[in-house]
C-alpha cells in the first residue's frame, strides 16, 4: 500500500522509539477526550454485530520545537473490546506525512504488545476520480487498518516527519499533521449469532445480496461450492450478465467461495444496490496491509473489521476488494454484487473499471505468501477471467481513471494479472507476492487448458 513518496519516516521511527515511555505517556495524553460514538447498527451488545470506538487525538508535544516535527497520540485503558485499528482524518485529499505507531493491551492475558508501525499511505486504494463513491462528501483520509487481536487497551503516537525546509518551523509552511485526526477502533463482532437471535444473527436491509449468486449456489448459502471443469464449462452458458465468449471456453474449474453471508457481513452498514462495469478484462493482485498476525479461522472477522473499517470509518460504500484470500488459501466474495458478475470495487485507485481486486490478507512486503494463498489466486483467476474471455498469461489495454502514474483518459497496456503497483506507485502488493505474479499466471492460464 505504501506509495513511493520521499520521505524521513524510518529516521521518525527510530527517533520516535528511541522516546522514554514517560514522555509517551503523559498524563496529558491519558487524559484523551471520551470515545465518540459513530453509527452501530448492533441489537445486542458489542461484539454481537461489532461496533466502532472513534478517539480524536490530542497533542502530546506542549509546544513545536525547530527541528521537531509535533507529535498527537491518545492512550486508553477504558475501551470496549476491538481487534483492529486504523487512524482517519477529515481530508482525502490530505497525505498523511509521517509515522504512525500503536501498542495495545490484550483483553485476554492483559500484556502490553510492543509498539507496531501502521502504514500510512493507503490512498492507493479506493474508488476513482470523478466518481459517485468519490464524490460522496463521506471519504476520510485513512491509513491502512492493523489487526491486533481481542484488546482492551490502546497506546497510539503520530509523529509529523521532520521537515527542514522553509518556514518559520522548518515545515515548509504546510501543515504537519492532517487535521481531524481520529483513532478507529474497531470489533468485528461474533462468529456466531447470541442465543436466542435470528439464525444468520446480523440485521439485514433486504435479501438482493444473496440473490445476486443465486444462479451459483441455493438462495442464502454460506459457501459457493467449488465445481469440476466439466460442470463449469456447462454453468458459463447458463450464467445470466455474462457476456459469454465464443469459441472454447478456456476456463478454470470454479473454486469453493465463501459468501458474504458466509463470513457474516452487515448488511445495513453498505450503500444499498450495486454498481457494475462493462467487463472483466484484468484482475488487480493486493495485500491488505492489515498484518500476519492472525489465524485462518480468524479471517472472516479480520474481513468483519477491514469491511467496516472501509465503510464506516472510511466512508466507501462497501468493502473495497472484489475478493479477498486468507494465508490458508480460502477464497472470500467481497464487494457486493455477484461472484461472477463484474462489480465495481475501490481496489486500483484509476483502474477500478474492467477489473476484479483480490486482496491477500496480510503483509507481505518482507514475508513470503503462503504457497496456497498463491494458488488461490491461481484458481480463482482461471474462473474469473474465464468468465469474461481473458487469458492470464495475456495482456489487455484499460483507460486510467486518474492516479498518480497514468494520467486520467490513457489507454495503458497491462498484463491480465497485474499486481496493485502496476497501476499506482505504490508498495501494495509487497515485494513478496509481487515477484509470485509470473507464477500465478502461469497456473492460471494452465487451469483455463491454455
Known amino acids: 500500500m505504501r506509495g513511493y513518496l520521499t520521505s524521513s519516516i524510518g529516521i521518525t521511527c527510530a527517533a520516535a522509539l528511541a522516546l522514554a515511555p514517560a514522555v509517551l505517556n503523559t498524563p496529558a495524553a491519558a487524559a484523551a477526550p471520551a470515545a465518540v460514538p459513530v453509527r452501530d447498527p448492533s441489537t445486542g451488545t458489542t461484539g454481537t454485530a461489532g461496533s466502532t470506538q472513534s478517539l480524536p487525538l490530542a497533542p502530546r508535544t506542549r509546544e513545536r520545537v525547530l527541528g521537531q516535527a509535533p507529535e498527537q497520540g491518545v492512550y486508553r485503558q477504558d475501551v470496549r473490546h ?4 486504523g487512524v482517519v482524518w477529515d481530508n482525502p485529499g490530505t497525505q498523511l506525512h509521517g509515522s504512525v505507531q500503536v501498542r495495545t493491551r490484550s483483553a485476554g492475558t492483559g500484556t502490553w ?14 474508488a476513482d476520480p470523478d466518481t459517485a463513491e468519490a ?10 487498518p492493523l489487526w491486533v487481536g481481542d484488546s482492551d487497551g490502546v497506546d497510539l503516537r503520530v509523529r509529523a516527519e521532520a521537515d527542514e525546509g522553509p518556514g518559520p518551523l522548518g515545515n515548509g509552511g504546510r501543515d504537519l499533521l492532517p487535521a481531524g485526526l481520529r483513532l478507529e477502533l474497531v470489533d468485528p463482532g461474533a462468529d456466531s449469532p447470541p442465543q436466542g437471535a435470528p439464525a444468520d444473527g446480523l440485521p439485514t ?26 460442470d463449469t464449462e456447462r454453468e458459463l452458458l447458463e450464467l445470466d450478465g455474462v457476456d459469454v465468449p465464443r469459441g472454447k471456453p478456456y476456463i478454470g474449474p470454479r473454486p469453493g467461495i ?15 444496490g450495486f454498481v457494475y462495469t462493462g467487463k472483466v ?11 500476519n498476525g492472525y489465524k485462518c479461522s480468524q479471517a472472516p472477522s479480520v474481513i468483519r473489521s477491514i469491511y467496516r473499517y472501509h465503510v464506516v ?6 468493502i473495497g476488494y472484489n475478493f479477498l484470500v486468507d494465508k490458508c488459501g480460502t477464497i472470500y466474495e467481497g464487494r457486493a454484487g455477484g461472484v461472477a458478475k463484474a462489480v465495481k470495487g475501490a481496489h486500483t485507485l484509476g483502474f477500478n473499471s474492467n477489473s476484479t481486486g483480490i486482496a491477500v490478507i496480510g503483509t507481505f512486503g518482507s514475508h513470503k505468501p503462503p504457497a496456497a494463498a498463491v494458488t488461490a489466486i491461481a484458481r480463482l483467476t482461471a474462473w474469473k477471467l474465464g468468465l469474461y474471455g481473458a487469458n492470464p498469461k495475456g495482456k489487455t489495454y484499460l483507460r ?23 497501476g499506482y506507485a505504490t508498495d501494495c502488493p509487497g515485494a513478496k507476492l509481487y515477484a509470485r505474479l509470473g507464477a500465478a499466471r502461469t497456473s492460471s492460464a494452465h487451469l483455463q487448458g491454455r
Open 82 to 85: 476491538f481487534s483492529l485499528v
Open 113 to 126: 504488545s510492543g509498539w507496531q508501525d501502521v502504514d500510512t499511505h493507503n490512498a492507493d486504494h479506493g
Open 135 to 144: 464524490e460522496s462528501g463521506r471519504v476520510h483520509g485513512a491509513t491502512a
Open 205 to 230: 436491509e433486504d435479501d438482493t445480496t444473496a440473490a445476486t449468486n443465486a444462479d451459483l449456489a441455493p438462495f442464502g448459502a454460506t459457501e459457493i461450492p467449488a465445481l469440476d471443469r466439466e
Open 258 to 272: 465463501v459468501t458474504r453471508r458466509g463470513w457474516r457481513a452487515d448488511e445495513s452498514l453498505r450503500e444499498k
Open 281 to 291: 478484462k484484468a484482475a488487480f493482485v493486493h495485500h491488505t496491509d492489515s498484518g
Open 313 to 318: 470509518s472510511m466512508g466507501w460504500r462497501d
Open 400 to 422: 486510467s481513471g486518474g492516479g498518480n502514474l497514468y494520467p486520467k483518459g490513457k489507454n495503458v497496456r497491462l498484463n491480465v494479472i497485474s499486481g496493485h503497483r502496476d
